[in-house]
T-cell receptor
Framework: GAGVSQSPSNKVTEKGKDVELRCDPI?????LYWYRQSLGQGLEFLIY????????KSGLPSDRFSAERTGGSVSTLTIQRTQQEDSAVYLC????????????FGPGTRLTVT | KQEVTQIPAALSVPEGENLVLNCSFT??????LQWFRQDPGKGLTSLLL?????REQTSGRLNASLDKSSGRSTLYIAASQPGDSATYLC??????????FGTGTRLTVIP
């Protein structure tokens, strides 16, 4: 079946602008995760959604970052007033509910802030 | 906080060789460990998932082992091929709602 999809694949924006990144998880996966991959930083967790529970936002680096998940499926990560240090690849993953299930990753969105 | 380390950071081997990638983690209270590969400019592809109660998992030419008490995992690749060239990442799942990733091993298999 279809995997995790993300859009856009690449996004170039000017410093100070807002951006929205989209993730479509695998159908039936109730858990959704956002990660960021920066040069020299590796992969870091941003936010986690599980069903109707309150999201775990513990990884968001600042209040300029927010995310929502509508109808338990599609998720949007929003970065307001982008800064150059926000340049990174943003990866989305989904899994079945529970700690033992593997996470499946999308291809990512490469964000460049000029 | 969980720290995940991968050694070596980069590895070059001639085609046909067997090789081992290493992953270590500081907190042994994990739910599972997952190995991924990442090709340049691409997302992550899951290779193997080992639950905390398991010792190893195999898929084709890949074999991953887990020694939870010592905080170590290895990924063994048999008869390496140029198509195996990629960055390999290990990640552990703890009680938190996310994976903790290592910084990866960049593998180059020379034809």
């Amino acid at each position: 079946g279809a995997g995790v999809s993300q859009s856009p694949s690449n996004k170039v924006t000017e410093k100070g602008k807002d951006v929205e990144l989209r993730c479509d998880p695998i159908s039936g996966h109730t858990a959704l995760y956002w990660y960021r991959q920066s040069l020299g930083q590796g992969l870091e967790f941003l936010i986690y959604f599980q069903g109707n529970s309150a999201p775990d936002k513990s990884g968001l680096p600042s209040d300029r970052f927010s995310a929502e998940r509508t109808g338990g499926s599609v998720s949007t990560l929003t970065i307001q007033r982008t800064q150059q240090e926000d340049s990174a690849v943003y990866l989305c993953a989904s899994s079945l509910e529970g700690d033992t299930y593997e996470q499946y990753f999308g291809p990512g969105t490469r964000l460049t802030v000029t | 906080k969980q720290e995940v380390t991968q050694i070596p950071a980069a590895l070059s081997v001639p085609e046909g060789e067997n090789l081992v990638l290493n992953c270590s983690f500081t907190d042994s209270a994990i739910y599972n460990l997952q190995w991924f590969r990442q090709d340049p400019g691409k997302g992550l592809t899951s290779l193997l998932l080992i639950q905390s109660s398991q010792r190893e998992q195999t898929s084709g030419r890949l074999n991953a082992s887990l020694d939870k008490s010592s905080g170590r995992s290895t990924l063994y690749i048999a008869a390496s091929q140029p198509g195996d060239s990629a960055t390999y990442l290990c990640a552990v799942r703890t009680g938190a709602n996310n994976l903790f990733f290592g910084t990866g091993t960049r593998l180059t298999v020379i034809p």
